[in-house]
């Protein structure tokens, strides 16, 4: 069975720019969540999506956004970068959705984005 | 809500001694626990987890972990480390309808 997938692997991008993230679950799972790594902040809660829904929500600003497809694909855009959102952002899939299963999550690679 | 404490930032040891990585939770619920382990440019990968049952769990690479429920604690241990466990480790927390909750990483170092 696959893992988690995301894509791509590094980019960098300028002050300003925007940038989109994508992650592919694992087949069956229908929940997948986005967190921000830094070394001054270590991890941090960006959201979970269940079943094309937001269910949960860090305190990130509304530059952050995400969305979740009916395959359970899901992106997540950060519009007008900032050189603080250089980040390794991981994405960990689950097999059910909050207050569901045993919250044990399956982590992809990251995409590990440098502002410039 | 629920949170997860990692009292140590970083933890050296030498190789082939013994290491606790300690971690304490609050929870207002009944709840799950897990290790990560993220070596590194890596994402993280699960070492153990507590569900229900023996309050001992074992992991993958020799890591075991006692679940203490008066105590709220969730220690990873091994009792002889290896070069290659240098990495991070992460505590989390799971229960109810709140997202998991991890800790903000324990950073093993191993020296030979």
């Known amino acids: 069975k696959a893992g988690v997938t995301q894509t791509p692997r590094y980019l960098i991008k300028t002050r300003g720019q925007q940038v989109t993230l994508s992650c592919s679950p694992i087949s069956g799972h229908r929940s997948v969540s986005w967190y921000q790594q830094t070394p001054g902040q270590g991890l941090q809660f960006l959201f979970e999506?269940?079943?094309?829904?937001?269910?949960n929500k860090g305190n990130f600003p509304g530059r952050f956004s995400g969305r979740q497809f009916s395959n359970s694909r899901s992106e997540m855009n950060v519009s007008t970068l900032e050189l603080g959102d250089s980040a390794l952002y991981l994405c960990a899939s689950s097999l059910a959705g909050p207050g569901q299963g045993t919250g044990e999550l399956f982590f992809g690679e990251g995409s590990r984005l440098t502002v410039l | 809500a629920q949170s997860v404490t990692q009292l140590d930032s970083q933890v050296p040891v030498f190789e082939e001694a013994p290491v606790e990585l300690r971690c304490n939770y609050s929870s207002s619920v009944s709840v799950y626990l897990f290790w990560y382990v993220q070596y590194p440019n890596q994402g993280l990968q699960l070492l153990l987890k507590y569900l229900s049952g023996s309050t001992l769990v074992k992991g993958i690479n020799g890591f075991e972990a006692e679940f203490n429920k008066s105590q709220t604690s969730f220690h990873l241990r091994k009792p002889s480390v290896h070069i290659s466990d240098t990495a991070e480790y992460f505590c989390?927390?799971?229960?109810?309808?709140?997202?998991?909750?991890f800790g903000t990483g324990t950073k093993l170092q191993v020296i030979p």
């Open positions: 989390a927390v799971a229960g109810g309808y709140q997202k998991v909750t």
């Open positions: 999506y269940f079943s094309e829904t937001q269910r």
